[in-house]
């Protein structure tokens, strides 16, 4: 069945420092790739997406590309900030019968300190 | 455009009761999912409705049920509720005009259910 794995968390960073959270998945045919962020609290939110091989999804700073030949999907941004501190969610939904069926990964923790 | 909504945001229940939660989808949208999360097992797909019709469904036990109305508003239920069903459950709100493309879902804040 469909899998989303992410690099283990929690991710503790300085302001402006660059960031990565490793993304990979496994699923059958050509599923969409999501980003979703979580603030304390509240619902998720999408950050960004992309639906076929060699796509980029960005978005406030943030960028992910759709890596077909390693399965993966590995977000990224050049200067955190602290109120980008949350739960970050990679996610996938595969086609055919799927329907409204997400996948997440477990979720990284990033925490930016001034 | 309003976003989705979801009532109650927190509940308590004993072990045994049941609960309804309801979830309003984003105007125009036709299809609602809904999600269990916790923190042992993270972000679990529950069902999935569109015109009023069930057109997935989880791996979860069927004391856990749902339904959508003609308005596309959705309600889950769950019946003789155990500790483990303690989560934050959200629900998203996406058109449902495909089946697997890349249609986005927008979530709501959930509700936060505590089994004692």
């Known amino acids: 069945g469909d899998s989303v794995t992410q690099m283990e968390g929690p991710v503790t960073l300085s302001e402006e420092a660059f960031l990565t959270i490793n993304c990979t998945y496994t699923?059958?045919?050509?599923?969409?790739l999501f980003w979703y962020v979580q603030y304390p609290g509240e619902g998720l939110q999408l950050l960004l997406k992309?639906?076929?091989?060699?796509d980029k999804g960005s978005n406030k700073g943030f960028e992910a590309t759709y890596r077909k030949e390693t399965t993966s999907f590995h977000l990224e941004k050049g200067s955190v900030q602290v109120s980008d501190s949350a739960v970050y969610f990679c996610?996938?939904?595969?086609?055919?019968?799927?329907?409204?069926?997400?996948?997440f990964g477990q979720g990284t923790i990033l925490t930016v300190h001034p | 455009k309003a976003g989705v909504t979801q009532t109650p945001r927190y509940l308590i229940k004993t072990r045994g009761q049941q609960v309804t939660l309801s979830c309003s989808p984003i105007s125009g949208h036709r299809s609602v999912s809904w999600y269990q999360q916790t923190p042992g097992q993270g972000l679990q797909f529950l069902f999935e409705y569109f015109s009023e019709t069930q057109r997935n469904k989880g791996n979860f036990p069927g004391r856990f049920s749902g339904r959508q109305f003609s308005n596309s508003r959705s309600e889950m239920n769950v019946s003789t509720l155990e500790l483990g069903d303690s989560a934050l459950y959200l629900c998203a709100s996406s058109l449902g005009a495909g089946s697997g493309g890349p249609e986005t879902q927008y979530f709501g804040p959930g509700t936060r259910l505590l089994v004692l």
């Open positions: 992309a639906t076929k091989a060699d």
């Open positions: 699923a059958t045919g050509y599923p969409s």
């Open positions: 996610a996938l939904k595969s086609g055919g019968t799927s329907y409204g069926k997400l996948t």
